[in-house]
């Protein structure tokens, strides 16, 4: 790690500030800490903990705060996330509107601010220029973060052109104070308040709980669904598949895929899996309030599934004595092969190569005088079906006994010894 302190000439030592460095035991209560981030995700949640405790839970609220709760989590999933970060898909006016009040209600920031940090995290995933990057530890990328003020200067630059352009966009933007506040705590007190008389109970469990749980499960994309579960399309960076991060977050936990393929309206794309935004944006584009659904070609995702599947096998294969590669091999003349067996070792040649079977004689599974009649021969014949075709296995086993080539392949008749061509000469 660098210095943590710039001398500047002029002026005093300069503190490097503490976005710049990670968070410790030791230092995050110096940090530059974001009061109004804290007040909505911890504070508020903390009064809402403890006022609960005097704050009978009617069933009804109890169901509207897990509707509402729902609700706004899609407004992130399906209009934050998958519409205006990733436009998978397009949505008439209307499902635009109530998304970007319902995703306000989860109290994340504005959209323009939301999708700017995520197109970031996607394109510098993992990286310093990564807002929330996991690699900055699991509990920043959770809500450490936000707590802390990020340097501006730090966070990649995107192009959300397209979303400076749209108009609910720039609406919920230029009031997000009021539409948070409004969709967050009054909405959900108003329905339960003028519904059955439960104003209380409205705004603390579906208003005040029902927001944390909320802004944990959205969190929770950002930190699990970087650290547990499986990569089946690429192990190259931290984003990861599992059904718990998708039961949290309606669906957001097929986290590998969605970021090989972030421009699918899908994250999870086998049937069975949980994906309820998934759903949702099908379900609308049924009835004519969606359209545009994009996805990925079947064969480009299997490409790299299997891509994934192959890496991992050639991982495995690199652990398994596969024997000495044959290039590496000496190469040995008949008569040196036959010279070093009366010389005392057990080799077998068979498909040219030479096996040293001394080891394996009394575990010959075909008996111990099988396997001595072949040695010094050229036993090829008999290993593949002259006697016994041998199993896969066999054909393994042997391929790590591997100590020679014969040179020729096979007994070769100018390749004979120095002094028997000598003797052969004094024929002639
Ligand atoms: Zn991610
Ligand atoms: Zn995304």
């Known amino acids: 790690m660098a210095s943590k302190t710039q001398v ?6 300069k503190k490097v500030r ?4 990670p968070t410790t035991a030791s230092n995050w209560q110096h940090g530059d800490i974001d009061w109004v981030n804290v007040t909505f995700v911890a504070i508020i949640p903390l009064v809402g903990f403890i006022v609960a405790f005097s704050t009978p839970l009617l069933w009804k609220t109890a169901v509207w705060a897990f509707i509402y709760y729902f609700l706004t989590g899609l407004g992130i999933t399906a209009g934050y996330h ?33 999708s700017r940090n995520h197109r970031a995290h996607h394109r510098y995933t993992d990286t310093m220029k990564d807002p929330y990057s996991v690699q900055k530890g699991l509990l920043y990328a959770h809500m450490g ?38 969709m967050a705590f009054l909405f959900p007190c108003l329905v ?48 990861r598949d599992h059904v718990i991060t998708a039961l949290v977050t309606l669906g957001e936990g097929y986290h590998n895929f969605h970021h090989e393929f972030p421009s699918d309206y899908r994250n999870a794309i086998q049937w069975y899996q949980y994906d309820p935004t998934k759903w949702s944006i099908w379900l609308w584009k049924q ?73 394996f004689i009394k575990d010959h599974p075909g008996g111990k005088a099988l396997i001595a009649s072949a040695i010094g021969k050229d036993a090829t014949a008999i290993f593949n079906g002259g006697v016994y075709n041998h199993t896969n296995a066999a054909h393994n086993l042997l391929s790590t006994m591997r100590v020679g080539m014969l040179r020729g392949g096979v007994e070769v008749e100018m390749w004979k010894r120095r002094d028997g061509k000598s003797e052969m000469a004094g024929v002639y």
């Open 8 to 13: 500047n000439p002029d002026r005093e030592v």
């Open 18 to 21: 503490i976005v710049e460095e």
């Open 82 to 114: 998958r519409l205006w970060s990733h436009t998978s898909y397009s949505a008439v006016l209307p499902v635009q509107i109530i998304l970007a009040g319902l995703g306000g209600g989860a109290i994340q920031g504005s959209i323009r601010w939301w």
């Open 145 to 182: 973060w936000l707590i802390f003020k990020q340097n501006p200067n730090e966070v990649g630059r995107v192009d959300i052109s397209d979303l400076n352009h749209d108009p609910v966009v720039n609406w919920q933007h230029r009031h997000y104070v009021s539409v948070a506040l409004t």
């Open 192 to 239: 339960a308040g003028i519904g059955w008389g439960d104003w209380m109970g409205g705004l603390i469990y579906a208003g005040i709980l029902r927001l944390f749980v909320v802004q944990q499960a959205t969190f929770c994309v950002n930190s699990l669904a970087h650290w547990l579960g499986d990569q089946p399309f690429d192990d190259r960076n931290s984003p």
């Open 287 to 359: 009835v004519g309030l969606a359209s545009d659904l994009k996805t990925f070609r079947r064969n480009e995702i299997e490409k790299g599934r299997l891509q994934q599947l192959q890496k991992k096998l050639d991982e495995k294969r690199s652990t398994i004595d596969w024997g000495t590669p044959l290039a590496d091999l000496p190469l040995l003349d008949w008569d040196e092969y036959t010279t070093r067996v009366a010389g005392g070792e057990a080799l077998i040649a068979i498909a040219g190569v030479i096996h040293d079977v001394k080891s």
